[in-house]
T-cell receptor, first 120, second 110 residues
Framework: NAGVMQNPRHLVRRRGQEARLRCSPM?????VYWYRQLPEEGLKFMVY????????ESGMPKERFSAEFPKEGPSILRIQQVVRGDSAAYFC??????????????????FGPGTRLTVL | DAKTTQPPSMDCAEGRAANLPCNHS???????VYWYRQIHSQGPQYIIH???NNETNEMASLIITEDRKSSTLILPHATLRDTAVYYC???????????FGTGTRLKVLA
């Protein structure tokens, strides 16, 4: 059973270009979460998606960033017109069910290996 | 979700127990304590979680104080492969926005 897969593992872009980061959740998982990790910092939540729905994007910058999780295919985190401050590691996690309020038990998020974005 | 405080770094000799502390003095009654670790250049890996009782699994033990204001993750026989950043997170069971602080950078020494 393959884990969460992310590609590319490393991505280099020049300022102003677009970055597309892909995440394939674990088999059977329909919930995807994206986190960003700046150098020497902990991970910061960006967005939570279910198939074809954005559930919570409160951690995502309002401009230039977007995310989707289509019915078929991987989840995509898209960054338009990248700037040097976007350089970071971007991690995707998946879980088999929702962690929404009311759940009585822990629902582990499984993390992928990350995509390291470098903006020149 | 409650805030956590961890020492920035620790060293441990290979084969010895590594005890990683975490303070979470503002934890509320229904919040769990979770531990993850991040080995260099990899995604975070779940280790263990608990509410009030001590927990043990194949990776580690979790000791939570009676007042729940602090906890300790114990790696009973640390190996070089346990060198990583360890994150202590407290969150309600319904949350999905894990808040990772800066964690404790554990270095296991040969």
């Amino acid at each position: 059973n393959a884990g969460v897969m992310q590609n590319p593992r490393h991505l280099v872009r020049r300022r102003g270009q677009e970055a597309r980061l892909r995440c394939s959740p674990m088999k059977g998982h329909s919930h995807v979460y994206w986190y960003r990790q700046l150098p020497e910092e902990g991970l910061k939540f960006m967005v939570y998606l279910q198939k074809e729905n954005i559930i919570d994007e409160s951690g995502m910058p309002k401009e230039r960033f977007s995310a989707e999780f289509p019915k078929e295919g991987p989840s995509i985190l898209r960054i338009q017109q990248v700037v040097r401050g976007d350089s970071a590691a971007y991690f995707c996690a998946s879980s088999p069910r929702s962690d929404l309020a009311g759940a009585s038990s822990y629902n582990e998020q499984f993390f992928g290996p990350g995509t390291r974005l470098t903006v020149l | 979700d409650a805030k956590t405080t961890q020492p920035p770094s620790m060293d441990c000799a290979e084969g010895r127990a590594a005890n990683l502390p975490c303070n979470h003095s503002t934890i509320s009654g229904n919040e769990y304590v979770y531990w993850y670790r991040q080995i260099h250049s990899q995604g975070p890996q779940y280790i263990i979680h608990g509410l009030k009782n001590n927990e043990t699994n194949e990776m580690a033990s979790l000791i939570i104080t009676e007042d729940r204001k602090s906890s300790t993750l114990i790696l009973p026989h640390a190996t070089l492969r346990d060198t990583a950043v360890y994150y202590c997170i407290v969150a309600r069971p319904g949350t999905y926005k894990y808040i990772f602080g800066t964690g404790t950078r554990l270095k296991v020494l040969a």
